[in-house]
């Protein structure tokens, strides 16, 4: 099995900054995309970031210029760096890696526990 495991989340003051990471393991025979969701209260769960095996990037708007997603692929690890919170910010973070098992032939979607973020005013 492959799981997901995030550490970092937290309260932190509007304006700070927290850093999400997320390790992978099992029985892992390649990552290629990883990335990190988030879901507040009432709404839907959306992509917040996302990473692909060779360092591409993307953002969703409300994040760009903020956040800072990275990898390590030796370490099977993904970072959310997130700077300038604001109260929107508050939600649960869950990490995401689209992994291959080993003797596997398919990708497969996994998903970490979740942790909190709170932004307070």
């Known amino acids: 099995q492959v799981q997901l495991v995030e550490s970092g989340g937290g309260l932190v003051q509007a304006g700070g900054s927290l850093r999400l990471s997320c390790a992978a393991s099992?029985?892992?025979?390649?990552?290629?995309?990883m990335g990190w969701h988030r879901q507040a209260p009432g709404k839907q769960r959306e992509s917040v970031a996302a990473i692909t095996r060779g360092s591409t990037k993307t953002y969703v708007d409300s994040v760009k210029g903020r956040f800072t997603i990275s990898r390590d692929n030796a370490k099977n690890t993904v970072y959310l760096q997130m700077n300038s919170l604001k109260p929107e910010d508050t939600a649960v973070y869950y990490c995401?890696?689209?992994?291959?098992?080993?003797?596997?032939?398919?990708?497969?979607?996994?998903w970490g526990q979740g942790t909190q973020v709170t932004v307070s005013s």
């Open positions: 099992g029985n892992i025979n390649r990552i290629s995309d």
């Open positions: 995401h890696a689209r992994a291959r098992k080993v003797w596997a032939t398919n990708e497969d979607d996994y």
